[in-house]
Structures are given as structure tokens and as C-alpha cells.
């Protein structure tokens, strides 16, 4: 399935959100979702929705953090 | 507000009260280390923070562990249209688990001028969906009075460009804004050395919000501690009244009595 995360084009198996969390987190190593969230092809998707929320084909997904700002 | 009308000089946004005027951001400095001692010398309560997409190549700094225990102000920094703006706000209600919200909303990356039309717009959903909002905007009485009676609960006008260090560019529109406006005001922007972030306070303001002036300071634990006194002694002025400025030279010390002919 074609996906769009964070404005690039990715094939992916996830079925939900946490499943997409998951697979696009691994390499950091994350404790928890705290700090983190994400929108769902411009609306934001809380986290105790992501296991019932689907994916599919053609979604855009944006996986935002909070960091240092102005 | 007058002096007695409010002895303890409390500062309250949306029914918080603030132990400090001084509200800085976290970007830019040299490393994690010197942010927080910064933020400490600063004696900030209140931190502002961005939201920004993942990278996958690299962790980044947990900024949020960093400063716990800190009020994160969160900002929708770099939105161009209400749209974004909107979106950024309710992931960072999410992320921070905070519902208030800096709302920046820039007309052009050269200027990062605010774009009033979509900035007025993104304040009216943002305080119908329940969020603190706490506009970055001109130094424009109208339009801070605008988005007050829209429901912000502070405005906060541009001292001058963001990142500049011009300082106060405007400082009679500053202080016609500071005395008309119904909620706090926080000059945000342009700040460049402590005695900028006095004058605004001198002029009426709130607070102060700042960043640049001290992460890109020599020493920005040494300059975080500068502005918190700056911030303090531009209050206790503006409180105590300055006399007026006159053309002409006028003796303090007493005029009888003086020695010899």
C-alpha cells in the first residue's frame, strides 16, 4: 500500500496507526508517544484512536514532534 | 493596571499566575547543556517550543524531558495560512499536552510579517476549539484590540523583526497598545540586549518574549541572567512612573544656602 509520510512517498503494511508508528519509529527507539503526534490526511488523529483508525492506500500521514522553537 | 489596583504585581493568562515576565524560547543555542542552565538562570517560567515532522536519520534532542517541569508554550512557527496554523496547534495539544498555543502566522519567509487576515482568522478557531491563544502580531493597536475581542488571551506585538535585535522599533505604538489593551501584553521579537527587553516592560508590557538575544549570545547562560533583572527593573519603572523629560537642565540639589559670594 502507497502511502504519504511526512511528504514522502512510502510502500508500507501497516493496517493502523500504531502499526505506521511503529514501523516509522523503530530506529528511534522510543519509550513512549509523549512529546509525538500525528494527523491523518490533515486532521489530527488522537493517540487512543490510532489502533482503530485504517490506512489506506494513497493516506497522508504527518508524524510531528515537539522540539526547540521561538 | 495601576500600582494599587493589584499590590502583589501578580501577572495572570487565562487564570494562571506567573512567577516570571520573561518567557524564552529554546531554539539556537550552542547545545542542550547551556539551554537549560539558560533557561534556569533565565528564571523563565513559561518555555516556548516548536512542532516539526520526524527525521528518521537522526533522534534530535528530547527537548521536552530536558525542560519537564517547565509551561511549554508551543508555537505554530512557519504556518503560512490559518489551515496550518490550526493543524500545527491541535498536534501540539496532543504532543504537550497543553491547550495553549502561540499562534504564528507568517505573510512571507523574508519578513516573517505577520499575515493579519489569516492570523485573525486561525485565532477565532483556535479560542472556539478551546485553546489558550497567545497571537504573535503587529505592533498595531487595532489589530492586537481585534483579536482580544476575539477571545486571545494576551497579544503579543512585535518589538521588531523576528530575530533582528532592533529592539523596540515602534515604542509609542507599544505603549498606546499596552495602555488600551483588555488582556496582557508580551512583546515578542526583535529583543536584541537586556536594555530592549526594560524598555518594553518601561512601556507597559506584560512581559517579554525572547529568544535570538540569548542563544546567540556570547554567553547565553550570562545573558538569560541579564534579561530576568532587565525584565524586573522594567516593571518596578513602570510601576514606580518616570518623570517627564524636559529640554532643559533643572538642579536637584537644594538652591539656598550655597557656600561663598
Redesign the interface.
Known sequence: MKLLVNGKPRESASANLVELWQEETRELSLDSPKGYAVALNGALVRKDRWAETTLMEGDRVEIVRAMQGG | MKADMNPSDSFIIAGVTLGSRLFL?????PNQRI?VDAVEASGAEVV???????S?DR???????LLKGRR?L??T?GCETA?DAV?TA???R???DTNWIKVEVIGDRETLYPDVTELLDATRQLVDAGFVVLPYCNDDPIVCQRLADLGAAAVMPMGSL??SGMGVANPANLERICRRSSVPVIVDAGIGTASDATIAMELGASAVLL??AVAKSNDPVLMAGSMRHAVVAGRLAFRAGRIPRRGRAEPSSPQLGLVGS
Open positions: 524560547g529554546t531554539a539556537g543555542y539551554l516556548t517550543m516548536s512542532i516539526r515532522r520526524i528518521l533522534r534530535g534532542s528530547d527537548t521536552v524531558n511549554f508551543p508555537n512557527a489551515r493543524l491541535e498536534l501540539a496532543e504532543a504537550l523576528i530575530g529568544n535570538t
